[in-house]
T-cell receptor, first 117, second 112 residues
């Protein structure tokens, strides 16, 4: 039944490590996103992928790399983790590029709470 | 100036009251406007979606968009304790693959 799922739900790791967060959607959507929600609860877009192509790459450090093996999955790899990477990371999906009403609505996963020690 | 401004609250009202939540924005290219509800330690949940200016009603919720003033509102009638959450406004210029630009969210508390 879950529309957008993420694993793991919690991730605690040491500075300098490399980690991955997985995301899957079963909505048949064309576009998937990663957002970061910081300690002040501010949600900010990091990436979006449409049909395996990176559409948006905001000013995110290149230690972060999205990987999409297929339309239903968008994973986030983070290298050399830093203290400032601690946040909640949300995956989302939307119907895609057709434009117009209803295609910009995004559906969010439950989030992955990353803590870097 | 931030692209989207939203009062973080907290906003505390008694059960049954009408709640008014607002956002202002600066980017005139925005034409799709959304309200999301986020419970503690959960993902944002889409509540309302509006295209361009106008009103939209869904049950106890009404969304209003005034593009000339760059101002959007969400009204909640007959508020319930279960409405207690953080409400995030979000907007985009369209195109299908745009990320959303969010406000910081308003923390709403409905007192039983």
């Amino acid at each position: 039944d879950t529309a957008v799922s993420q694993t793991p739900k919690y991730l605690v790791t040491q500075m300098g490590n490399d980690k991955s967060i997985k995301c899957e959607q079963n909505l048949g959507h064309d576009t998937m996103y990663w957002y970061k929600q910081d300690s002040k609860k501010f949600l900010k877009i990091m990436f979006s992928y449409n049909n395996k192509e990176l559409i948006i790459n905001e000013t995110v450090p290149n230690r972060f790399s999205p990987k999409s093996p297929d339309k239903a999955h968008l994973n986030l790899h983070i290298n050399s983790l830093e203290l400032g990477d601690s946040a909640v990371y949300f995956c989302a999906s939307s119907p895609g590029l057709a434009g117009g009403p209803s295609t910009d609505t995004q559906y969010f996963g439950p989030g992955t709470r990353l803590t870097v020690l | 100036q931030k692209e989207v401004e939203q009062d973080p609250g907290p906003l505390s009202v008694p059960e049954g009251a009408i709640v008014s939540l607002n956002c202002t924005y600066s980017n005139s290219a925005f034409q799709y406007f959304m309200w999301y509800r986020q419970y503690s330690r959960k993902g944002p949940e889409l509540l309302m979606y509006t295209y361009s200016s106008g009103n939209k009603e869904d049950g106890r919720f009404t969304a209003q968009v005034d593009k000339s003033s760059k101002y959007i509102s969400l009204f909640i009638r007959d508020s319930q304790p279960s409405d207690s959450a953080t409400y995030l406004c979000a907007m985009s210029s369209g195109g299908g693959a745009d990320g959303l630009t969010f406000g910081k969210g308003t923390h709403l508390i409905i007192q039983p």
